[in-house]
């Protein structure tokens, strides 16, 4: 079956930059898109963007497209995500998700999600 | 960019009793819109997508209707389990956008 398994717990500084992963099993890597959602504590959900892991094209949500990048490595079937320039606002669970097909682009595997502290 | 809310924030619900929870987009996202339920520590577990198809494993007591720009989510005779945070989630155009969420609390 479908799976995403993310990296673990990161503790980070004020301007610092984070990497976290995911590696995905279980389907055609190439097939769906990957999406990074984050949460930070007793909030909702936030989208931060979405990679095509075949063609590395990416997409993201404005206001992280000065911070974050979105990469793809086919050979592990790991996408990644890297946010820079740190500040405490950016504390939050990260997940990983991976969407449901060419119709409906739109997350449905999850990962167990990342944990990210921002802190000095 | 499309902005969605969800209403009410919170809605208190007796046990076997049924909950209608509402969404609206800024802007026609026609079918496109996702149901997501969400428990205290759990990840996000997709409900609902094309408006108004069950994913995997979801029981029939979900179902989602509406177009374009409104749209509800109707669970029938509540259980245990299905006091949560709801989230609805428009895919029609990126970026993607997700509502503030409503909290599904037992009476």
């Known amino acids: 079956q479908v799976q995403m398994v993310q990296s673990g717990a990161e503790v980070k500084k004020p301007g610092a930059s984070v990497r976290l992963s995911c590696t995905a099993s279980?389907?055609?890597?190439?097939?769906?898109?990957i999406h990074w959602v984050r949460q930070a504590p007793g909030q909702g959900l936030e989208w931060v963007g979405l990679v095509n892991p075949g063609r590395g094209d990416t997409n993201y949500a404005q206001k992280f497209q000065d911070r974050v990048r979105l990469t793809s490595d086919t050979t592990t079937n790991t996408v990644y995500v890297e946010v820079s320039s740190l500040r405490s606002e950016d504390t939050a669970v990260y997940y990983c998700a991976g969407d449901i097909g060419p119709y409906d682009r739109t997350p449905g595997h999850w990962g167990q999600g990342s944990l990210v502290t921002v802190s000095s | 960019e499309i902005i969605m809310a969800q209403s009410p924030a919170t809605l208190a619900v007796s046990p076997g009793e049924g909950a209608t929870l509402s969404c609206r987009a800024s802007r026609a996202v026609s079918f496109n819109l996702a149901w997501y339920q969400q428990k205290p520590g759990q990840t996000p577990r997709l409900l609902i997508y094309g408006a108004s198809t069950r994913a995997t494993g979801v029981p029939d007591r979900f179902s989602g209707s509406g177009s374009g720009t409104d749209f509800t989510l109707t669970i029938t005779s509540l259980q245990s389990e299905d006091f949560a945070v709801y989230y609805c989630q428009q895919y029609h155009t990126w970026p993607l956008a997700f509502g503030q969420g409503t909290k599904l609390e037992i009476k």
């Open positions: 279980g389907y055609t890597f190439s097939d769906y898109y």
